[in-house]
């Protein structure tokens, strides 16, 4: 049952997604060329939805699956590690067109070329599972 919860918030996600045209290799495009706020505007709202939501969880102090008190880091904890990580997104995101909530829609849609950068991101995921202990961040 909790499966069948996370697919239908799953499919309700992808649709939003591809109707705010968050998918369309075209929109990412125009957000780096600095040429349509339409993705400014999309990530300036998500944004400000993770602020409501975080002000949310640190104020009722939820718990999450575990019972455990949710942990929210501050905005200058391992800010050069945030630095570094958000450069290799933003990199990835460049290179593909493509942030990874969407690839899976964008393959839904026939973009099966997107493949690639599935399984890319699944390798450069084990891969920090690899590595993530000789790493200087916090755990």
């Not at 990412?28 to 999309?42: D, K, L, Q, T, V």
Request: with cysteine; charged share 15%; hydrophobic share 45%.
């Amino acid at each position: 049952m909790k499966n069948l919860r996370l697919l239908i918030i799953g499919v309700a996600f992808g649709f939003v997604l591809s109707k705010g045209e968050v998918i369309s290799w075209y929109r990412i495009y125009e957000m780096f060329r600095f040429e349509s706020f339409h993705m400014f505007g999309i990530i300036g709202m998500a944004v400000m939805t993770s602020l409501i939501f975080n002000q949310w969880i640190k104020r009722s102090k939820m718990k999450d699956i575990d019972g455990k008190p949710i942990h929210i880091p501050k905005f200058y904890d391992g800010i050069l590690q945030y630095l570094l990580g958000g450069t290799i997104f933003g990199l990835g995101w460049a290179l593909t067109g493509s942030c990874p909530g969407p690839l899976y829609i964008q393959i839904g849609y026939g973009s099966t070329v997107m493949v690639i950068a599935v399984l890319s991101a699944l390798f450069g995921s084990f891969l920090y599972g690899l590595v993530k202990d000789k790493l200087p961040h916090k755990n």
